[in-house]
Nanobody, 119 residues
Framework: QVQLVESGGGLVQAGGSLRLSCAAS????????NGWYRQGPGKQRELVAL???????NYADSVKGRFTISRDNAKNTVYLQMNSLKPEDTAVYYC?????????????WGQGTQVTVSS
């Protein structure tokens, strides 16, 4: 069983920074895609930043130049550095991972971490 544990959310003023972490545990043979989505109040869940299967990175246009995704493969951990935060970045941020595990290909979500940006 694979688990994703997120940390690093909180309350910050506009213009501030936060760093999210997501540690994957369990038997993962290979990771296909790994990254972050978010869901703001009354909105649908949307992509924030994602390592793709070919090693590239996709960012939402709204976060380009402000957010940076990175990873530590040895620790199966992915990070999201968020700078110049805006009130519209307020959302629950979810870690996402898909890849090969013992029972085949699976996709997993973290429990979510709240990010609140005050104006």
């Amino acid at each position: 069983q694979v688990q994703l544990v997120e940390s690093g959310g909180g309350l910050v003023q506009a213009g501030g920074s936060l760093r999210l972490s997501c540690a994957a545990s369990g038997s993962i043979y290979s990771i296909n895609r790994n990254g972050w989505y978010r869901q703001g109040p009354g909105k649908q869940r949307e992509l924030v930043a994602l390592f793709t299967s070919d090693g590239n990175i996709n960012y939402a246009d709204s976060v380009k130049g402000r957010f940076t995704i990175s990873r530590d493969n040895a620790k199966n951990t992915v990070y999201l550095q968020m700078n110049s935060l805006k009130p519209e970045d307020t959302a629950v941020y979810y870690c996402y991972l898909d890849g090969a595990v013992a029972v085949g290909w699976r996709a997993y979500w973290g429990q979510g971490t709240q990010v609140t940006v005050s104006s």
